[in-house]
T-cell receptor, first 113, second 116 residues
Framework: GEDVEQSLFLSVREGDSSVINCTYT??????LYWYKQEPGAGLQLLTY?????DMKQDQRLTVLLNKKDKHLSLRIADTQTGDSAIYFC?????????????FGTGTQLKVEL | ETGVTQTPRHLVMGMTNKKSLKCEQH?????MYWYKQSAKKPLELMFV???????ENNSVPSRFSPECPNSSHLFLHLHTLQPEDSALYLC???????????????FGPGTRLTVT
């Protein structure tokens, strides 16, 4: 079945850039998402990218997609303490199965002063 | 109310109890989902409803019974649960894939369930 993998932890200093990586196995993945989860809260959609794109930028967030290597990354510029959270990548296949998201285990981002 | 709401936010129940989780979306979506989030495990999709019809049951035990009376409301009825069912239960909604240009899922805050 589909598999999505992420490293478990990342620690950065405030003001630095954070890069969270994700690899997936389903070559038919059409949409790839990044979600943020703060303690005690649900998942907040940050951004998503279609598989025919290789980059998407949204304010401090930059998503890079290497479809050949099935590698997705999320770069957060000027990381702030409010960015401390768990970040999940997720993928969905094309067509009618498009709403069956497969999530990674999440990367816990810790921002230190 | 905006977005996706869930009640209750916290629930403690015994193994012989019957309880229900409620989810409501105010986004005009036609698909709704239940997920289970356990510690140190990936988010698990449990059920998918498209236009009130269940289209996915991801091998979920029958002690979890979903109900979707309309496109805005989703319930998860619980009975004779086990301690290992303790988890955060998340509801989400989206447009139907293929019918809209985007169908990203929006999540509620979750119900933290503890089975004693």
């Amino acid at each position: 079945g589909e598999d999505v993998e992420q490293s478990l932890f990342l620690s950065v200093r405030e003001g630095d850039s954070s890069v969270i990586n994700c690899t997936y196995t389903d070559s038919s993945s059409t949409y790839l998402y990044w979600y943020k989860q703060e303690p005690g809260a649900g998942l907040q959609l940050l951004t998503y990218i279609f598989s025919n794109m290789d980059m998407k930028q949204d304010q401090r967030l930059t998503v890079l997609l290497n479809k050949k290597d099935k590698h997705l990354s999320l770069r957060i510029a000027d990381t702030q303490t409010g960015d401390s959270a768990i970040y999940f990548c997720a993928e969905s296949p094309a067509g009618g199965g498009g709403n069956k998201l497969t999530f990674g285990t999440g990367t816990q981002l810790k921002v230190e002063l | 109310e905006t977005g996706v709401t869930q009640t209750p936010r916290h629930l403690v129940m015994g193994m012989t109890n019957k309880k229900s989780l409620k989810c409501e979306q105010h986004l005009g979506h036609n698909a709704m989902y239940w997920y289970k989030q356990s510690a140190k495990k990936p988010l698990e999709l449990m059920f998918v409803y498209n236009f009130k019809e269940q289209t996915e049951n991801n091998s979920v035990p029958s002690r979890f019974s979903p109900e979707c009376p309309n496109s805005s409301h989703l319930f998860l009825h619980l009975h004779t649960l086990q301690p290992e069912d303790s988890a955060l239960y998340l509801c989400a909604s989206s447009h139907i894939p293929g019918l809209e240009s985007s169908y990203e899922q929006y999540f509620g805050p979750g119900t933290r369930l503890t089975v004693t």
